[in-house]
């Protein structure tokens, strides 16, 4: 089980698998270890439709972005050693 301290996460991504927005991200100091697939957080944004029957109406539309492989990232895991996370943003 893994201690609160491991549970926000610095590594570097591995692979990117853009259509299920999701990537694995190795972790050089936890002895290379690699995650399993990680959902990558999306932004949503709201958009104004006029064309709907004359109404302005509003829905959640979310601006992807993917992480490229080899960049860093900052990760925040479930509790549990290796249990599921989200990588939520690159590290410049």
Do not use: C
Not at 37 to 49: A, G
């Amino acid at each position: 089980m893994a201690e609160p301290k491991n549970m926000i996460r610095v590594g570097k991504v591995s692979a990117v698998d853009a259509n299920a927005k999701k990537a694995r991200v190795y972790y050089p100091g936890m002895k290379n270890m690699v995650s399993d697939w990680l959902p990558v957080i999306q932004w949503p944004t709201m958009e104004t439709d006029w064309a709907m029957t004359g109404a302005n109406r509003h829905w959640h539309k979310y601006w992807g972005w993917m992480p490229n492989v080899n960049d860093k990232v900052l990760v925040i895991m479930e509790y549990g050693f290796n249990s599921g996370g989200y990588i939520l943003g690159v590290i410049t």
